[in-house]
C-alpha cells in the first residue's frame, strides 16, 4: 500500500470508528472495492491508535473525572472491569478474527449490518432515554461490557453496539453514545498497542530495519488522518444526537448492506 491509500484508509477509519456504522467492516470494504490489498487487522488496529487519541482528546474532562473524583471511581472501576471480556477474547482470538474469510467477507458484513440496524433502531425508539452516566450501575457497565465483545465482527461497530445496549438499559441517546466512547478507549488501546507490538515481532523475525522515511511515514500519515477525522466525527455525532435519533445512521447501515449484496 502505498501514501495515497493509507491517508484513505486513515480518513475511512477516523469517521466510521465514531459513528454507528462500523469501521472494521469499512476497512475490509474500502480496499476490496477499489481493489488495493487488504491492509489486515495490523494496519487496522494501528489506525485505531489515531481514533483512541481523538477520544482521550475528546472526552478528556469526562476521563479526568473519572480518575480524580472519588464520587466516580466504583464508575472507574465498572470501566475496566467490563473492559475485560472483549480484551480476553480479542487476545486469544486474534488468529480467527484476523484469518477467518467468512467473517471479513462481503455477505457476513451485510448480515451484521442488517442486523444491528434493525436492533438499533427498535432500542431508540421502544425503551425509555432517561438515564445519565452517572446513574449507571456496576450490573449496567457489566451488560454494555459483554456487549462491546460483538463489536470484534466486521460490520458490528463498537460504537453502535453499546450505543445500543445503553440505550436499552434506559440511557439517553448523548449517554449512551459518550459512555460507549469511555468504555470503548481501554480496548482500543489495547488493541493499537497489541498491533505496535506484532509490526514489530514481524520486523525483529524478517532481521529487517524499521525505515523511518518509508515505513514511519506511512504509519505517520495513517496516524495523524485518523486522528483528525475522528476529532471531527465526535463533535459531529455528538451534537448531532443532541437533536435527532439514530434513524440517519440505521438508514445508512441498511442501504450499504444492499449494496454489499448486489456487488
Not at 21 to 38: E, G, R, T, Y
Not at 73 to 82: E, G, T
Not at 151 to 175: D, E, H, K, Q, T
Not at 180 to 201: M, N, Q, R, V, Y
Request: aromatic content about 12%.
Amino acid at each position: 500500500m502505498d501514501i495515497f491509500q493509507i491517508f484513505i484508509l486513515g480518513l475511512v477509519q477516523g469517521v466510521t470508528e465514531m459513528l454507528p456504522i462500523s469501521s472494521s467492516a469499512h476497512l475490509i470494504l474500502f480496499p476490496k472495492l477499489l481493489h488495493w490489498q487488504d491492509p489486515g487487522l495490523n494496519v487496522d488496529a494501528f489506525l485505531h491508535l489515531g481514533t483512541l487519541f481523538a477520544i482521550l482528546i475528546y472526552f478528556r474532562k469526562d476521563l479526568l473525572s473519572l480518575i480524580l473524583d472519588k464520587s466516580q471511581r466504583k464508575l472507574l472501576l465498572a470501566i475496566v472491569v467490563a473492559t475485560l471480556p472483549v480484551v480476553i477474547i480479542g487476545f486469544t482470538c486474534k488468529p480467527f478474527f484476523e484469518h477467518s474469510l467468512l467473517l471479513r467477507s462481503t455477505k457476513f458484513i451485510a448480515f451484521t449490518l442488517f442486523i444491528v440496524a434493525i436492533l438499533l433502531f427498535i432500542a431508540d425508539k421502544v425503551f425509555p432515554q432517561k438515564k445519565e452516566i452517572l446513574d449507571i450501575s456496576f450490573k449496567d457497565t457489566m451488560l454494555i461490557g459483554l456487549a462491546q465483545c460483538l463489536a470484534l465482527f466486521p460490520g458490528v461497530s463498537r460504537s453502535g453496539i453499546c450505543s445500543l445496549a445503553g440505550l436499552s438499559l434506559g440511557l439517553s441517546r448523548g449517554a449512551a453514545v459518550r459512555f460507549a466512547f469511555l468504555l470503548g478507549s481501554p480496548a482500543i488501546a489495547g488493541a493499537g498497542l497489541l498491533a505496535t507490538k506484532d509490526l514489530f515481532e514481524i520486523y525483529t523475525a524478517a532481521g529487517a530495519s524499521f525505515d523511518l522515511m518509508n515505513e514511519g511515514l506511512y504509519f505517520a500519515v495513517g496516524f495523524f488522518t485518523s486522528f483528525l477525522a475522528g476529532l471531527i466525527s465526535i463533535d459531529f455525532l455528538i451534537k448531532f444526537l443532541s437533536k435527532n435519533t439514530f434513524t440517519l445512521f440505521v438508514v445508512y447501515r441498511i442501504i450499504l448492506g444492499v449494496i454489499l449484496l448486489v456487488i
